[in-house]
């Protein structure tokens, strides 16, 4: 897992004004949202900077984490429930990128879009420090809820509470 979270490390890194790499710090309650843009395993391109209007929820999975694995199904009902132009919930995998076809094979049981964490283009977002994780973003683009960490699970009870009032 430390290789895995190892390498996860450099797709997070950017930039700093001297010209050398330096860490952004993990998404904060009330702060904008990463600048995340990728391609999902159907092809569609998600770039959370262009989804003013939506609240999006983006859950960081892994095919091996078994806490990641159990709450997949109260997401992929949330999601269905919700589904609308106002709201999209996104899986991104921690998985490497040679394991695309296990995290395609997962996926094919869900509804939602996923994506390769790997893959993506991120921005101002470090490597989370445990799976998983999942963040509530608001239509303006501020995280307004943190999920993962605690030792307990995720349920559709909380996902609700912090999605609910903001659609």
């Given at each position: ?15 700093s004004?001297s010209?050398l ?11 904008p949202?990463?600048a995340?843009?990728v391609?999902?395993?159907?092809g ?5 900077t ?15 984490c078994?806490p990641c ?21 996104i899986?991104l995998s ?10 395609i094979?997962v996926?094919?049981?869900f ?7 790997s893959?993506a283009r991120?921005?101002k977002?470090?490597?989370?420090r ?8 608001d ?6 809820a943190?999920?993962g ?5 995720l349920?559709a009870?909380l996902?609700?509470?912090?999605v609910?009032?903001?659609?």
């Amino acid at each position: 897992m430390r290789s895995i979270l190892g390498k996860l490390a450099l797709a997070f890194v950017i930039g700093s004004s001297s010209g050398l790499p330096a860490r952004a710090a993990e998404p904060r309650l009330g702060a904008p949202a990463p600048a995340i843009t990728v391609r999902t395993l159907g092809g569609q391109e998600i770039d959370l900077t262009r989804l003013e209007g939506k609240v999006v929820v983006v859950n960081i999975w892994a095919t091996w984490c078994a806490p990641c694995r159990a709450e997949m199904p109260m997401l992929n009902a949330f999601y269905l429930q919700h589904e609308s132009g106002d709201f999209l919930l996104i899986g991104l995998s921690a998985d490497r990128s040679r394991d695309k076809p296990d995290v395609i094979k997962v996926m094919n049981g869900f509804g939602y879009p996923a994506a390769l964490l790997s893959e993506a283009r991120v921005d101002k977002l470090n490597e989370p420090r445990v799976l998983p994780m999942t963040y509530v973003i608001d239509k303006t683009g501020i995280v307004r809820a943190i999920f993962g960490g605690t030792g307990k699970p995720l349920t559709a009870q909380l996902l609700g509470d912090a999605v609910k009032p903001l659609l």
